[in-house]
């Protein structure tokens, strides 16, 4: 149905802001400047910049309609494997705002920031514990960041050992940063196949393992939600032949609190404080991916880092050993992330994370067990955080995974995680997290099993048509590639799309 | 616990459903080596308000720009946030949500990101801009990347005035890739030799405007000679308030700009998350990294919009992507998005203008402690004060009275002599006549 104003009920055709200007209107009162004369030696701006006038009511307007338009973990389930969307507690963000924390400059003396400094080291003290690794670099920005970190770790070990080797391991089934960060520290890239149980073909590793090769990256649980059964042994292999281990702590939610990766012979690993530790996702970032080392590593970490000492908390920031391998971006790292972990991890404990953890694997094995009747499973036996089925029993409906998962957005989910990881074909990753009750489970499952039922009773063109109830409907990203409009310009009438 | 609605009743009807005895059935894949039965070493689980409690104390440690007067910038500013600028990013729809892979639930996150774009690539002069990197330096990094790739070249220029921590995560970045940082040292008497570096091999020049010293610099010359020894100009920006009264980069023939975003919208935070951003000619788009939204139609010809150009990126390309970044800073990037819509053309250019007479308010009345000068003839929000005695004691002083007075450049390069007595001091629209009094006042007492 179609409305004069565009609008659908309570879903707002919002124009962009720039269809909203008008010149000389302003959403803040500001002092008026005393007109002194410049001094910028000329360099001043001649012309308008083009930045839209609105005021304040007009723009709180506007992005309160532009945040009705997002499904959310606030809003419903969101089961999207591998990015473990948690609940993100309130409490966190009321502690990130204290003005201490947030008020601080991060060069200012040592003397005045010992609070922050102590956050840092205490979030730092859980990290290591959790974890049973020795040392930890706190300031990557972000996942990818962190195993940037953790390989330049493990080249600046090497390269101090006199050891130059030139490959690093990744399995087939790995996430796209493993492999674009190994190329980013000028390594090859050589792939591991998974064997038949969804794990890293043990094998082929053997035959790959050689003087040449720096790592083997490897995500634990793996990317199909499988526990790496072999990987003490693993380890071995890629220690016998003068190798590290980096793991890929993007699934720590699965174990945290039951199992170390100290354990197991991990030398290097990132953890994604904005998927075990809850911070919030806000769209796609900031995220934050502290690195956790073994000792073989912990003089190569980056800079700067906290260090305890008589006279309180110091930041090291220049490295007089010259082991370091440098600086991975501006100032300590992720604060704010920082405070929401510790305040996630305080309010938890040890025994509410171990619980975090047992509560995710069981959700994960229970939506399996709910739909392993009508939807294959990828691999045989209990899986960990979430559970994976590939598109087999979707064959012949003429409906794919996208359109099932279109599908779900009408029955008002988030879609799970579709066609990764790569070595499953149609691939559906499903993550419920420890935020889900049994009942959210049991709606999903009940929804789940009903699409499934309806592609095989031959509705392929209804999914095809899916999402038909979301704010919009599928959207074309094929013209959105053939021809980028990334900005919006003034010639660019309302409706001139694409 | 109050975050686990799951009851003991629901967890044994659901063992049951998968047919497991207990939990320890679910984890049998672990080898038993690594199993651990009891809990880790750590405090157990508390209530909101003990949590609460314990971090209000560590705070409360920590002096700050709210309780103290404030003078320190070095790419970190402090601004006022208008009130429903945090109200707004606390919106749960956008505070909690992924990275916008459906567009069909996701189109907030993605018209808010279309609209950080151009608001980014008018700001900065450019045609293009991305969703955003994690931070100005890390942004400076991947544009040194890029122009290696676009020019097929591998040796990059950094002027002496780039802020250091920014120079050194370039050199980190270059560390173990073949290519080669040719890096100029900081000079308070303004001399940058950049042009003289240039050759047929260089991939890109680097200048940072207004530079660490707080001047604006003039990236014409250097654009041109750039562009004759076919290299690119990186123009970085740390304090993008400037670019309100300043000239954009992108008019001074920058091929490539990063800035931190941080002054708009984001706390100092004690140096994180920050936002970086990131904006280029048309013409390189495809080498640039990090995620881009595009506009495009659903299928009833509405307008929306969608992640586009991934192939670019890396979960798509894999060991071939233009950069590993997945994860970037979209709660940042709204804030900045909404701070400036706030703003507008009328507010962001009169901020700008406060931000400057500030400043020389406070150079005039600094000059006039006995022994200190400025170094600065032109600075935006940001000048330079030569101090009789090493910067980093005198600052210490200055926070022993409860004053945070400025950033001593020694803290970046604790080994060069020329620098030790030089402290960099940051002036906003915050800055109050009675903490420029204070410090002055403070300067005048340490240095007696």
């Keep these: 149905m179609t409305t004069t104003s565009g609008n659908r009920g309570l879903v707002m055709d919002e124009p962009l802001l720039f269809e909203q200007d008008a010149p000389g209107r302003c959403g803040v009162d500001l002092e008026t400047p005393e007109g002194r004369p410049l001094k910028l030696g000329g360099l001043e701006r001649k012309g308008a910049i083009g930045l839209p006038g609105l005021a304040e009511p007009q723009v709180v307007r506007h992005f309160t309609r532009l945040s009705q338009k997002n499904y959310a973990i606030d809003a419903g389930f969101y089961p999207l494997g591998s990015c473990t969307m948690k609940h993100n507690p309130r409490l966190n963000e009321k502690a990130v705002r204290m003005p201490g924390f947030a008020l601080a400059h991060p060069l200012q003396p040592e003397s005045t920031v010992q609070g922050a400094l102590e956050l840092i080291a205490t979030l730092a003290h859980w990290l290591t514990t959790l974890t049973g ?6 300031s990557p920005a972000a996942g990818a960041h962190g195993e940037l970190a953790g390989l330049m770790t493990i080249r600046a070990a090497l390269t101090a050992r006199g050891d130059a080797r030139k490959k690093v391991l990744v399995p087939e089934s790995a996430h796209g940063t493993n492999p674009a960060t190994a190329t980013l520290c000028d390594y090859a890239v050589e792939s591991i196949p998974a064997n038949e149980r969804g794990r890293i073909d043990i094998e082929a590793l053997k035959e790959a393992l050689d003087q040449d090769v720096a790592a083997l990256m490897l995500t634990n649980p793996n990317t199909c939600g ?12 890629v220690h016998d032949a003068g190798a590290f281990f980096y793991g890929d702590g993007a699934n720590f939610n699965a174990i945290v609190g039951r ?13 994604n404080l904005h998927k075990t530790f809850s911070t919030p996702h806000g769209g796609g970032g900031p995220g934050s991916g502290p690195v956790v080392l073994a000792e073989s590593l912990v003089p190569f970490a980056p800079l700067p880092y906290v260090v305890a000492g008589e006279g309180g908390f110091r930041m090291v920031e220049h490295d007089p050993s010259g082991r370091s391998f440098g600086r991975l971006r501006a100032f300590h790292g992720q604060m704010g992330m920082f405070v929401r972990a510790l305040a996630y991890m305080m309010s938890h404990g040890a025994d509410g994370l171990r619980q975090v953890a047992e509560d995710a694997v069981l959700n994960a094995n229970y939506v399996l067990a709910r739909l392993k009747g009508a939807y294959h499973p990828s691999f045989d036996g209990p899986c960990m955080h979430e559970c994976l089925f590939d598109d087999r029993t979707l064959k012949d409906t003429g409906v794919s995974t996208l359109d099932l998962a279109k599908a779900l957005i009408d029955e008002g989910f988030h879609p799970m995680t579709m066609y990764f990881p790569l070595v499953v074909h149609g691939a559906m990753l499903i993550e419920p997290t420890e935020t889900e009750s049994k009942a959210t489970l049991d709606q999903f499952c009940d929804t789940m099993l009903a699409l499934m039922e309806k592609a095989q009773a031959g509705n392929a063109e209804w999914f095809h048509e899916s999402p038909h109830l979301a704010p919009w409907r599928r959207l074309d990203e094929t013209a959105a590639a053939r021809n980028p409009v990334l900005t919006w310009s003034p010639e660019q009438g309302k409706n001139a799309a694409a | 616990m109050r975050y686990l609605p799951q009851t003991d009743d629901d967890r044994t009807a659901m063992l049951a459903a998968i047919g497991a005895a207990g939990i320890d059935d679910l984890y049998v894949d672990v080898p038993r080596s690594a199993w651990r039965d009891g809990l880790v070493d750590l405090p157990l689980h508390q209530g909101e308000m003990q949590v609460e409690r314990a971090l209000a104390a560590m705070a409360a440690k920590n002096l700050h720009g709210g309780n103290a007067p404030f003078f320190l910038g070095c790419g970190s500013y402090r601004h006022h946030i208008p009130a429903s600028v945090d109200a707004l990013i606390q919106r749960g729809e956008f505070l909690t949500s992924y990275t916008p892979y459906q567009p069909e639930v996701s ?11 151009t608001m980014i690539a008018m700001l900065t002069g450019m045609e293009v801009a991305n969703a955003s990197m994690y931070d100005g330096a890390s942004g400076t990094a991947e544009a040194v990347l890029m122009a290696n790739r676009v020019t097929r ?14 120079r050194e995560t370039v050199e980190t970045y270059a560390r173990y890739g073949e290519f080669e940082i040719v890096s100029r040292t900081p000079s308070p008497d303004g001399r940058d030799d950049l042009i003289e570096a240039i050759d047929g091999t260089t991939s890109c020049v680097v200048v ?11 990236l014409t010359k250097i654009a041109e000679a750039c562009h004759a020894a076919g290299a690119l100009l990186v123009a970085v920006v740390t304090e993008v308030v400037s670019l309100g009264l300043l000239m954009p980069p992108g008019a001074m023939g920058a091929d490539i700009v990063v800035c931190e975003g941080q002054s708009l919208g984001n706390p100092m935070g004690f140096g994180g998350p920050y936002v970086g951003l990131f904006a280029t000619k048309s013409k390189y788009l495809r080498q640039m990294p990090g995620r881009l939204a595009g506009q495009t139609v659903d299928a009833e010809g509405r307008r929306g919009w969608v992640l586009t150009l991934s192939t670019r990126e890396q979960h798509i390309r894999r060991e071939k992507a233009t950069s590993n970044i997945c994860t970037n800073s979209g709660l940042c990037a709204l804030a900045f998005t909404i701070h400036l819509a706030l703003l507008g053309e009328e507010g962001f250019t009169t901020l700008a203008r406060l931000n400057h007479e500030a400043a020389q308010r406070a150079a005039e009345r600094l000059e006039q402690v006995k022994g200190v000068s400025v170094l600065n003839e032109t600075y935006f929000n940001e000048f330079t004060l030569r101090l009789p005695r090493p910067a980093i004691g005198v600052v210490e002083d200055l926070a022993g009275r409860g004053i945070l007075g400025g950033v001593p450049l020694a803290r970046f390069h604790p080994d060069d002599p020329g620098l030790s007595d030089l402290m960099a001091v940051a002036v906003t629209e915050m800055t109050t006549a009675e903490e420029i009094a204070a410090l002055a006042d403070g300067l005048a007492e340490v240095l007696a």
């Design chain 1, 133 to 138: 690794m020795p040392g930890v670099a706190m």
């Design chain 1, 226 to 237: 499988l526990f790496e059964d072999e990987i003490v042994e693993v380890a071995r292999l």
């Design chain 1, 259 to 271: 199992v170390r990766p100290g354990d197991l012979g991990i030398d290097a690993m990132h953890i």
């Design chain 2, 153 to 166: 070249r591998h040796r990059a220029v950094l002027s002496g005035g780039l802020h250091p921590h920014y």
């Design chain 2, 107 to 117: 189109q907030g996150t993605l018209q808010m990101l279309f609209e950080f774009q």
């Design chain 2, 208 to 218: 940072q405007t207004p530079d660490l010293f707080g001047r604006p610099r003039d």
